[in-house]
């Protein structure tokens, strides 16, 4: 099965999209590719499908360093609000488990917005439940629970 949680190999599912032969046809299907390049860390993948103007608020070094990190378990996708293949902008709720770099285990709980722009989806922004994805034990020098690639005091832990 594919790291997304579709019942078919990573390499008819994900793979694809992240090796560029092909692209997502739904908000859903590129949020659950940008998943599976976590767990791939494929963080050029990661930026690529992030919306053009929000790419500078994202370091290519932390990404890495965070999705290196964790130990990915899996993805629940919760809800799906538009984003169809027809569709400009779409929503896709998800929960993420993964085991951090200390053992602890953790749920990174997200909302998510997409958009499409010129036949391509793109990851607008997140809402992150805090008391899902980061645990009591995070520190402020951990790489944050939600994914940002930042350091938690600069992120979540404001």
Same mark, same amino acid.
């Not at 400009?88 to 958009?115: L, R």
């Given at each position: 099965?594919?790291?997304?949680?579709?019942?078919?190999?990573?390499?008819?599912?994900?793979?694809?999209?992240?090796?560029?032969?092909?692209?997502?046809?739904?908000?859903?299907?590129?949020?659950?590719?940008?998943?599976?390049?976590?767990?791939?860390?494929?963080?050029?993948?990661?930026?690529?499908?992030?919306?053009?103007?929000?790419?500078?608020?994202?370091?290519?070094?932390?990404?890495?360093?965070?999705?290196?990190?964790?130990?990915?378990?899996?993805?629940?996708? *919760?809800?799906?609000? /538009?984003?169809? %293949?027809?569709? +400009?902008? !779409?929503?896709?709720?998800?929960?993420?488990?993964? @085991? #951090?770099?200390?053992?602890?285990?953790? *749920?990174?709980?997200? /909302?998510?917005? %997409?958009?499409? +722009?010129? !036949?391509?989806?793109?990851?607008?922004?997140?809402? @992150? #439940?805090?008391?899902?994805?980061?645990?009591?034990?995070?520190?402020?020098?951990? %790489?944050?629970?939600?994914?940002?690639?930042?350091?938690?005091?600069?992120?979540?832990?404001?």
């Amino acid at each position: 099965m594919c790291y997304c949680g579709e019942a078919k190999p990573f390499s008819d599912c994900c793979e694809p999209l992240i090796m560029g032969e092909k692209t997502a046809q739904t908000a859903e299907h590129l949020m659950r590719s940008r998943y599976s390049a976590y767990v791939v860390v494929d963080v050029k993948y990661l930026i690529a499908t992030t919306y053009p103007t929000q790419q500078k608020n994202f370091d290519e070094a932390d990404i890495r360093a965070w999705a290196v990190a964790n130990q990915w378990q899996k993805l629940e996708v *919760i809800a799906t609000q /538009k984003g169809k %293949f027809n569709e +400009e902008d !779409g929503e896709v709720e998800f929960k993420a488990s993964y @085991i #951090d770099n200390i053992g602890t285990p953790q *749920i990174h709980h997200e /909302k998510s917005t %997409f958009v499409k +722009e010129n !036949g391509q989806w793109y990851y607008l922004s997140g809402i @992150i #439940d805090s008391i899902s994805a980061v645990s009591q034990t995070q520190k402020r020098n951990d %790489f944050c629970a939600c994914g940002s690639g930042k350091k938690y005091k600069k992120c979540c832990g404001k």
